[in-house]
């Protein structure tokens, strides 16, 4: 064959293959939880493209972006209203999108966007019921990389609207809300991340995959402060079966920096949400953060065990009052354990003693306490003296 016509047909053949495997193949997208930044937790409903731009030059400019955040992510408030022909536009706010977009993608880093199945987002700006393939069409034409996507008014507009008394129809027609948006998405030909809001209604983590999920809430909103942060890493319990690369579930974004939290709190939250291998999004504000808050979100130690390429979520193993053991097993064999004491201070009087045998494991154990980075041997039954609402993260790469 001519080398024209051999290549012709060679590209013409492995680029139906390329497209013919788009469709079919899994999603190849967020093989490790999605990082990034979400202007939801510090801004709310005053976000403007102003501060997404600023939110793309800090992490850049704070190592951030070189640490593994590279998403963008505008949360609710950037919608205005529908033209004659049903195509969404911006608000004030956001004067235009596709500039947005390429400024972000100027400094290396994603563009993340929101939207609801109903006729209204959760702030109460349009929203993408029956408009689903010219929204998703709209983000690909912007050059958006992540769609999260918030069930709130689908709740009154169509499942108790459609089916008043009939729960289990009501979650038959938000998974099918969850399903067309997918669909939409994939018909665009971008890829883009796809992340459901629904705050764990019926198992999501059972059914979310499957509806296109790469990443799922699994609770209600989180809050800065040790009480909301606490009960959402208990109700994560239970749920690391149904995490792995692709498909993550997802304990709310990171309220590292914000509110009240003491430093110890800071450290426990981004510990146990990299231990949870969630999506480690930071809602802070990037501007003004502190010294001590930057080596908290860039802590690589920290970092790589969220984005351990095996994606295995971590397992509680377990409480003895009011300290609580987790583990998860990383890849190379190596396995990280995490001791929380979600108590009063522990002294040397009546310290927490930790049980290796209750992790399977016997004899000293040699690893790196991830926030001191110093070297650390654990051995059974050694008493272990934590601050408050503190954490001991410790890596084992040769558990025995
Ligand atoms: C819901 C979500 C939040 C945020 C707001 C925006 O409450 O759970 O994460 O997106 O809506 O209105």
Redesign the pocket.
């Known amino acids: 064959m001519h080398r024209f016509a051999a290549f012709f047909v060679t590209t013409v053949v492995l680029g139906s293959l390329t497209a013919a495997a788009q469709n079919s193949a899994p999603s190849q997208l967020a093989q490790t939880p999605p990082m990034g930044w979400n202007s ?1 937790n510090y801004f ?2 005053r976000v403007t493209d102003q501060d997404i731009r600023h939110a793309a030059d800090q992490l850049v400019a704070t190592g951030m972006k070189d640490a593994g955040y590279v998403y963008v992510n505008i ?3 950037w919608e205005g209203d529908r033209d004659a022909n049903g195509v969404l536009h911006t608000n004030s706010k956001f004067p235009d999108m596709k500039a947005l977009a390429d400024y972000v993608h100027s400094k290396g880093l994603k563009l993340g966007i ?1 939207s609801s199945p109903g006729p209204q ?3 109460g700006y349009a929203a993408s019921l029956d408009h689903e393939v010219q929204d998703a069409q709209l983000y690909a034409s912007w050059g958006i990389d992540y769609l ?1 996507y ?1 069930l ?1 008014s689908f709740r009154s507009a169509a499942m108790t609207a459609q089916a008043p008394s009939d729960k289990a129809e009501q979650m038959r027609l938000m998974i099918a809300a969850y399903e067309k948006m997918d669909k939409a998405l994939k018909s665009t030909g971008r890829p883009i991340v796809y992340s459901f ?1 629904q ?1 764990g209604w019926d198992a999501v983590w059972e059914w979310g995959p499957s509806a296109g999920a790469n990443l799922w ?1 699994t609770t ?2 989180i809050q800065a402060n040790w009480n909301s942060i606490y009960s959402i890493l208990n109700e994560q319990a239970g749920l690391a079966k149904y995490a792995g690369p692709g498909h993550w579930n997802d304990p ?2 990171l309220e590292v920096g914000n509110g009240k939290l003491s430093l110890a709190e800071n450290r426990t939250h981004f510990s146990m949400w990299a231990m949870l291998a969630a999506p480690l999004l930071a809602g802070n504000d990037l501007p003004n953060m502190k010294p001590e808050i930057h080596d908290i979100l860039t802590n690589r130690d920290v970092i790589a065990i969220d984005q351990d390429p095996l994606g295995h979520e971590a397992t509680r193993a377990y409480s003895d009052g009011e300290v609580d053991v987790w583990t998860r097993d990383l890849s190379g064999g190596a396995r990280a354990i995490a001791v929380i004491n979600a108590g009063s201070d522990r002294y040397s009087t009546h310290p927490f003693h930790l049980s290796l045998a209750k992790l399977g494991l016997s004899g000293p154990q040699k690893g790196k306490d991830l926030w001191t980075g110093k070297e650390i041997t654990l051995t059974d039954d050694m008493p272990i003296e934590i601050a408050s609402h503190d954490i001991l993260l410790v890596r084992i790469p040769e558990p025995k």
């Open positions: 939801w709310a409903g949360d609710d408030t929101y987002t959760c702030a999260k918030d709130c809001c705050y809430r209600g909103d709310d974004m």
